[in-house]
T-cell receptor, first 118, second 108 residues
């Protein structure tokens, strides 16, 4: 079974430019999550898709970030225009279930996309 | 207050010793607790999950949960150099909350 794949693994852009990150979840996983880790900080939630619908986007920092999941398969996260504070590692994770309670939300992570904004 | 607190370390233990990693969380309604291991430049991988009070053992790993104290820990027995990594505590409340991670180094 293929895992969660992310592309690119590393992107270096200048402030003001646009970057699009892609995540392919595990096949059959309806739930897709985006997280971000800024150096020295904890991994923070950005948003959660259930199939193609945004279930929770409360973690999106501002309107420069746009996430899509057309057709409920892969997802993209676009940052436009990028700022210096957007630098970090963006992780995608997927899970088959998203219910609360024991056993819920066992996430499988991708390797992350490291974004460096200069 | 952070949702999940971990000592960032680094924690160093000699090979063969027991490594003890600790985590506290703020949401008393949390129901699921996880330990992820992350090697440098790699994705976090799930190593333990625990849902009820007490101990859960899996090979050299033991997770301990105390909901009254809002505390979850991970013990690694007979530590090996290959255990050197960052260990992330994660707790599910309304969302999946992570700690900052504890860096563990096992010295040969």
């Amino acid at each position: 079974e293929a895992g969660v794949t992310q592309f690119p693994s590393h992107s270096v852009i200048e402030k003001g430019q646009t970057v699009t990150l892609r995540c392919d979840p595990i096949s059959g996983h309806d739930n897709l999550y985006w997280y971000r880790r800024v150096m020295g900080k904890e991994i923070k939630f950005l948003l959660h898709f259930v199939k193609e619908s945004k279930q929770d986007e409360s973690g999106m920092p501002n309107n420069r970030f746009l996430a899509e999941r057309t057709g409920g398969t892969y997802s993209t996260l676009k940052v436009q225009p990028a700022e210096l504070e957007d630098s970090g590692v963006y992780f995608c994770a997927s899970s088959q279930w998203a219910r609360r309670g024991p056993g819920a939300n066992v996430l499988t992570f991708g390797a992350g996309s490291r974004l460096t904004v200069l | 207050q952070k949702e999940v607190e971990q000592n960032s370390g680094p924690l160093s233990v000699p090979e063969g010793a027991i490594a003890s990693l600790n985590c506290t969380y703020s949401d008393r309604g949390s129901q699921s607790f996880f330990w992820y291991r992350q090697y440098s430049g790699k994705s976090p991988e799930l190593i333990m999950s625990i849902y009820s009070n007490g101990d859960k053992e899996d090979g050299r790993f033991t997770a301990q949960l105390n909901k009254a104290s809002q505390y979850v820990s991970l013990l690694i027995r007979d530590s090996q150099p290959s255990d050197s990594a960052t260990y992330l505590c994660a707790v599910t409340g309304n969302q999946f909350y992570f700690g900052t991670g504890t860096s563990l180094t096992v010295i040969p």
